[in-house]
């Protein structure tokens, strides 16, 4: 297994004094994900959790929603040119009956906001792919527990205290309670590893839940948790005006620059409890 932090040795300078000393970084490397034994994408990634992570980008992809259209996940022996096993190539075996996604260049399920559609094509594709519907989710949140989800992100991330460079996705109870927390050097990878990891325990769709988010809220980020039935995305920084168009055609709950009890509700804020005064 890869490692999930590095030592490097830095010049550090404090106060016009200089040393040398070892510094830990976070540990960045390439995973191919495979389906069926063909080649599908590679991802930067931070070593761990590789079979959530790959399951993760599948349920984004809309090529399986449910853990019974997984028939296994395995790391590739001989994926090296002396017969090695790297372990940064992971192959999914489909279920008999899952149709395997279109694997050349010109992928013909949906993709992200980064990869050149334009914003009405990619809210289509979202609309059209999803298998569960987050605008009927009955979820109410409290003002008062998502003003203490960014410090509860922030405590349980065990890596970010040695290396400082890691985003992190946490899930959420509607009280509060931290469900899964996933680390990595990619929010979509952080995503991607705590949706991954509710599809092999069987818990999508991820009714009444919050996804909470270490960076911005992307379209890309949108999109997962409305493919994985998450009816809340809050994040510490700013969206995207694609991610607030996704989140309003979708019936998602998006919360921004979420900090302490600051806040800026984008869309859905029927869910918050109380309800905002206008």
Same mark, same amino acid.
């Given at each position: 297994?890869?490692?999930?932090? $590095?030592?490097?040795?830095? @010049? %550090? #300078?404090?106060?016009? !004094?200089?040393?040398?000393? =070892? /510094?830990? *970084? ?7 994900i ?5 080649p ?6 931070t070593?761990g959790?590789?079979?959530?992570l790959?399951?993760?980008f ?7 929603h ?5 028939a ?7 994926a ?16 008999p009956?899952?149709?395997?996604p ?10 992200t ?13 979202v ?6 519907? $987050?605008?009927?989710d009955? @979820? %109410? #949140?409290?003002?008062? !527990?998502?003003?203490?989800? =960014? /410090?509860? *992100?922030?405590a ?7 290396t400082g460079g890691?985003?992190?996705a ?31 325990e ?13 960076g911005?809220a992307?379209?890309?980020?949108v999109?997962?948790?409305?493919m994985?039935g998450?009816?809340?995305l809050a ?25 302490g009890?600051s806040?800026?509700?984008?869309t859905?804020?029927?869910r918050?409890d109380?309800?905002?005064?206008a």
């Open positions: 297994m890869g490692r999930v932090t $590095v030592r490097r040795r830095v @010049l %550090r #300078v404090r106060e016009g !004094v200089s040393s040398y000393r =070892p /510094d830990t *970084l976070a540990a960045e490397e390439p995973m191919e495979r389906v069926g034994g063909r599908l994408t590679v991802t930067m990634r070593p959790d590789d079979f959530d790959a399951a993760g599948l349920v984004s992809e809309g090529v399986v449910t853990a019974a259209d997984v296994g996940i395995r790391y590739c022996a001989g090296t040119a002396d017969g090695g096993n790297t372990y940064n190539v992971v192959d999914i075996g489909l279920a009956g899952v149709a395997a279109d694997a050349s260049l010109e992928r013909n399920f949906y993709t906001s980064s990869c050149g559609l334009c914003g009405k094509a990619s809210l289509d594709a609309r059209t792919t999803a298998a569960w519907s $987050v605008a009927e009955p @979820l %109410r #949140v409290g003002t008062d !527990v998502l003003a203490m989800l =960014p /410090d509860r *992100l922030r349980a991330q065990r890596v970010f205290d040695t890691l985003h992190a946490g899930l959420f109870t509607a009280e509060g309670e931290l469900l899964c927390l996933r680390e990595d050097v990619g929010r979509h990878n952080a995503v991607d590893k705590v949706v991954g990891h509710a599809l092999r069987g818990l999508l769709p991820l009714r009444g839940s919050v996804l909470m988010v270490s911005r992307s379209f890309e980020l999109q997962k948790a409305v994985a998450i009816p809340l994040a510490v920084s700013a969206p995207s005006s694609l991610a607030v168009d996704l989140a309003a055609e979708s019936g998602l709950t998006l919360v921004g620059f979420l900090r009890t806040m800026n509700v984008y859905g804020d029927e918050l109380p309800l905002p005064v």
